[in-house]
């Protein structure tokens, strides 16, 4: 169950006071890869930095990280033990994810971090993240509509949640890329607290960051991937200086290319699985400004001589159908409706039934084959690959889905 607000996590934390300065990311879409930048390029600094984001990929601890390796097991296991026994000692009734921030945050405190990259869960204001005080910089990725139920019904709404991490005296990063409405709400809070504001895109870091832009040159990347990283340097260039001061943040420019954020655009093998040879597309795009980069992504290069693609798709119950797959499934495409399983540490979050699934996609005008897969995953990724005749697949719908495939692929190699 998803409650949001700050009395429980501050609760948690109260007799534990954190030891590190945070950089704080809120958004909708982007704010996954732009903690990955900024960890990535921090540790290679020097700077000793835990990473904590949402969902996890395979594992419950792999959300957290210390110098870019995913914490050990047996410590993730002993600090969350000792922050449920204090749970349930003082009563609080955290949430899973209330716990999860907690034993994150503890985790950093006991491996002696000096920068936490911290993502928001959910929304920003209420989220239990926001619980952060020594906040070197606030940065807003990409916002969109999603999560209606708990944010907002409209764009000004949610934007103003996330705009909720924002804080006095603490300078914050913009994707200037946003649409109006959304710059507009973020602006005005910004003017209320009187912080120090940049807004970032590609384009502006042309003249702020010329060796940025130089490396956007020389390096082949998509659109939003420009817009993250451009984010994340900016945000780079301010919390640095406050802890390392003297190094040069141009320097470490070149080292983006060495982030790997999986389930982004990533390529896979499937053979250890369905005996496929050809590589296999993998994205959580999950809700439709997500689905939206993905689609022009496949149609720009996947779609060759008007090739259908075939796609292994899933998504969480409630989403928006068919604003996520109207943006990426064509007309002649065939679909492989699946559902996730069970979400160690958030059972609340349940998949689309995959028959319901499949219905709504029918409704896509000259749709190829659809086919609904319940439970079982690989049945579905069998279909897939041999209707596709080893053309373009993919498999996206949702970050859980993913997940799945990975774990599959994981416990193949075993």
């Known amino acids: 169950m998803i409650e949001l607000g700050l009395g429980r996590i501050s609760s948690l934390l109260q007799q534990t006071p954190l030891s590190w300065k945070a950089i704080h990311i809120a958004g909708t879409n982007g704010k996954g890869s732009i903690s990955s930048y900024l960890s990535h390029l921090l540790s290679t600094d020097g700077v000793r930095c835990g990473r904590f984001t949402s969902p996890h990929l395979i594992d419950r601890w792999d959300c957290i990280t210390i110098g870019e390796r995913v914490v050990q097991e047996s410590l993730f296991r002993q600090i969350e033990d000792q922050v449920k026994s204090r749970d349930q000692k003082l009563g609080i009734g955290a949430s899973e994810f209330e716990l999860l921030t907690a034993t994150a945050f503890e985790i950093f405190n006991h491996e002696k971090v000096e920068v936490g990259v911290v993502e928001v869960g959910m929304g920003g204001r209420l989220d239990a993240t926001n619980v952060l005080s020594d906040v070197l910089v606030s940065v807003i990725a990409k916002i969109g509509m999603d999560h209606q139920a708990f944010l907002g019904s409209t764009i000004e709404e949610i934007s103003r949640e996330k705009a909720g991490i924002l804080k006095p005296g603490v ?23 009187g912080i120090d504001a940049t807004f970032v895109s590609p384009d502006s870091v042309a003249k702020q960051i010329p060796s940025l832009a130089q490396f956007f040159k020389t ?12 984010c994340a340097v900016s945000a780079l260039r301010v919390a640095l200086p406050k802890i390392h001061p003297g190094t040069d943040v141009l320097s470490l420019i070149p080292r983006l290319t060495d982030v790997k954020w999986p389930g982004r655009l ?13 590589p296999v597309l993998l994205d959580g795009a999950h809700n439709p400004q997500s689905a939206d ?33 109207r943006s ?13 399983g069970p979400v160690d540490g958030m059972p609340w979050v349940m998949p689309t039934n995959a028959v319901e699934l499949a219905d709504a996609i029918q409704s896509i005008p000259e ?11 690989i049945p579905a990724l069998q279909w897939a690959s041999e209707v596709s005749q080893c053309g373009p697949l993919v498999i996206a719908g949702s970050l859980y889905l993913i997940s799945d495939v990975h774990r599959l692929l994981r416990d193949a190699l075993k």
Not at 171 to 193: F, G, H, M, W, Y
Not at 328 to 340: C, K, L, M, Q, Y
Not at 367 to 377: A, P, T
Request: hydrophobic fraction near 35%; charged fraction near 25%.
């Open 293 to 325: 980069v993905l689609g022009k992504y496949v149609d720009r290069k996947l779609r060759s001589q008007s090739q259908p693609v075939t796609w292994v798709v899933a998504a969480s119950s409630g989403k928006d159908l068919a604003g996520v797959f």
């Open 266 to 278: 990533e390529n896979i093998s499937l053979q250890s699985l369905v005996g496929r040879e050809e």
């Open 171 to 193: 300078p914050c990063i913009v994707d200037n890329t946003n649409e109006p409405a959304v710059l507009k709400t973020l602006s005005n809070r910004i003017q209320e607290l």
């Open 328 to 340: 990426i499934i064509r007309p002649g495409d065939n679909v492989a409706t699946a559902e996730f």
């Open 219 to 230: 390096v082949d990347l998509e659109p939003h991937q420009q817009e993250n990283m451009s």
């Open 367 to 377: 749709i190829g084959g659809v086919k609904s897969f319940e439970r079982d995953l």
